[in-house]
């Protein structure tokens, strides 16, 4: 026989519950409720379409050791840096493409990032303001940094030419499209690195008026 | 002496006059003879005939790229490129000491040399070229490549990673004399400038020689082997052609 007085505290603890259960099953459609209301589905802003611009690729072949000018149509923003990791994205695509004259696995997701600072000025040391806020910084010439993955760099075939050839081809595209940039650094997952693949020197600010390579005659 | 035997040859003819007559001719001989002696003690002492001067020893050094555990190349045909170059260097040295050409080497053996070790070998040995040794399967013949540093004046304490400006003009004419000599035993030759650390710390002539597949041939033969790099017959070609460069380059340094 089960005593008067559990038998109430049995029935109190099980309205308990049920009140329990109802409050917050309430709570829980409110917060639902709540959240439907701060969603809005629709887009904030309509996605940007970049314009479609002709993007000129300088574009290394070995066969001859040459850097040949080459004309793509791209969609470029307008933000620089994001236009530079583009057109280089592309000409790395090239270079992982199974004919390319100048094989380099990788393609554009082998470009990490690209920055682009003010240069500094040779003569007088580096610039101690890395954002463009004064007239003629904005218009001034620019470094650019290239980080490059470590993948890139391991698996990049090794050799003098090789290696200086894609080096060059990458200075010569950025300074084909962004006229302004006329000193480039790399760095490979971002730190810098001796060397590219054993050889040429990764450590140096390449010139965009660095000398291409000359082609010798052939016998 | 010539003034005093002149003056005894005359003195001859008057030994047949008189004896106060030959007694004055020997008193003149005697004073003209005293008078010689006194020109020539107070005049400054006739140059020795001078030794000819030594020739300054003309010494090649030869850095086979990459050893031990450097070896980012991988495999070139059928071996590493570390053992390559080392072979490259190796035949090198006996054909320039057979042309009497001394050869300093940057390794004997499968030994990783840091970079800077191998300028400071170069350094060193004073010598007349630095021959960087290397080798690819990109591109086809062999590569020459000058450092990209701009010329610049030598100076007295050059600094370490610019050494090489002082040397720019002499290496690019060395690279042409390289460029002739292969071209003449022909293989295609590329002509380039780069940056490289160990190159560029060089205070002497220095080129970096990148021997590739001798494609050009393997169409010329119709053949489809795709690359000649161990073809005994073409390294020996570029390893005669080199030599042959160096005699040349022997030769060029030598003249005033």
């Given at each position: ?14 309205a308990?519950?049920?009140a329990?259960g109802a409050?917050l099953?309430q709570?829980?459609?409110r ?5 439907l209301?701060?969603e809005?589905?629709?887009?904030t ?6 314009p479609?611009?002709q993007a ?8 001859d050791?040459?850097?040949?000018s080459?004309?793509q149509?791209l ?7 994001a236009?530079a ?6 000409l790395l695509d090239?270079y ?5 004259a100048?094989?380099v ?10 920055f682009?600072?003010?240069?500094p000025n040779?003569d007088?040391g580096p610039?101690t303001?890395?954002s ?6 904005a218009?001034?010439p620019?470094l650019?940094v290239?980080?490059?993955?470590g993948?890139?760099a391991?698996s990049h075939?090794s050799?003098?030419?090789a290696?200086?050839l ?6 010569a ?5 962004l006229p302004?940039v006329?000193?480039?650094r790399f760095l490979?997952d971002?730190?810098?690195r001796?060397t590219?693949a054993g ?18 005659a052939?016998? | 002496?010539?003034i005093?035997?002149?003056a005894?040859s005359?003195?001859?003819p008057q ?7 030959r ?6 001989v005697?004073v ?9 003690a107070q ?10 001067a030594?020739?300054?020893?003309f010494v090649?050094v030869?850095?086979a790229?990459?050893g ?6 991988g495999?070139?045909d ?19 000491n ?8 940057t390794?004997?053996?499968d ?5 800077n ?9 004073n010598a007349?070229?630095?021959l960087s ?9 062999v590569?020459?490549?000058?450092s990209?540093?701009?010329p ?5 304490f ?12 002499r290496s690019l ?5 390289l460029n ?5 035993a022909?293989?295609?030759v590329?002509?380039g400038?780069t940056?490289?650390?160990a190159?560029?710390?060089?205070t002497?002539?220095a080129?970096a020689?990148e ?8 169409h ?9 790099l ?11 052609a080199?030599?042959?460069a160096?005699?040349e380059?022997?030769?060029e340094?030598?003249?005033?």
């Amino acid at each position: 026989m089960i005593a008067r007085h559990q038998t109430i505290l049995f029935g109190v603890l099980l309205a308990a519950s049920v009140a329990m259960g109802a409050v917050l099953w309430q709570l829980r459609e409110r917060a639902h409720q709540r959240l439907l209301q701060g969603e809005d589905s629709a887009p904030t802003q309509a996605p940007e379409v970049a314009p479609a611009e002709q993007a000129t690729l300088i574009v290394a072949n070995d066969a001859d050791s040459s850097l040949l000018s080459q004309v793509q149509t791209l969609p470029l923003p307008k933000d620089q840096g994001a236009r530079a990791r583009l057109v280089l994205g592309k000409l790395l695509d090239l270079y992982a493409a199974p004919d390319a004259a100048h094989p380099v696995p990788g393609g554009a997701s082998s470009i990490a990032q690209v920055f682009l600072l003010p240069a500094p000025n040779r003569d007088a040391g580096p610039a101690t303001s890395p954002s463009p806020a004064k007239p003629s910084e904005a218009s001034g010439p620019q470094l650019a940094v290239v980080n490059l993955t470590g993948s890139f760099a391991s698996s990049h075939p090794s050799g003098i030419e090789a290696e200086i050839l894609t080096i060059q081809s990458i200075v010569a595209t950025l300074h084909a499209n962004l006229p302004r940039v006329t000193q480039v650094r790399f760095l490979v997952d971002g730190q810098p690195r001796p060397t590219l693949a054993g050889h040429a020197d990764l450590t140096r600010t390449y010139l965009a008026t660095d000398a291409v390579p000359t082609e010798g005659a052939h016998p | 002496m010539v003034i005093v035997e002149a003056a005894l040859s005359l003195s001859a003819p008057q030994s047949r006059g008189s004896s106060t007559h030959r007694l004055l001719w020997e008193l003149a001989v005697l004073v003209a003879a005293a008078v010689s002696i006194a020109a020539a003690a107070q005049a400054p002492p006739a140059p020795p005939q001078a030794p000819a001067a030594p020739q300054p020893r003309f010494v090649v050094v030869l850095d086979a790229a990459h050893g031990g555990d450097d070896d980012p190349g991988g495999h070139l045909d059928t071996q590493a490129e570390k053992a390559y170059t080392l072979a490259l260097s190796v035949k090198l040295r006996s054909l320039l000491n057979a042309r009497g050409i001394q050869v300093v080497t940057t390794r004997e053996s499968d030994a990783n040399v840091d970079t800077n070790r191998r300028a400071e070998i170069a350094n060193h040995a004073n010598a007349q070229a630095c021959l960087s040794l290397h080798a690819s399967q990109t591109g086809s013949g062999v590569h020459l490549f000058a450092s990209s540093l701009p010329p610049a004046p030598p100076t007295r304490f050059p600094a370490w990673r610019t050494g090489q400006s002082a040397f720019i003009t002499r290496s690019l004419a060395m690279a042409g004399i390289l460029n002739s000599a292969l071209q003449h035993a022909g293989i295609a030759v590329t002509l380039g400038r780069t940056a490289m650390p160990a190159v560029d710390s060089m205070t002497c002539p220095a080129i970096a020689i990148e021997i590739a597949p001798d494609r050009a041939t393997d169409h010329a033969a119709g053949s489809a082997a795709k690359a000649s790099l161990d073809d005994p017959v073409y390294q020996a070609r570029v390893a005669e052609a080199i030599a042959a460069a160096m005699l040349e380059w022997k030769t060029e340094v030598r003249q005033p």
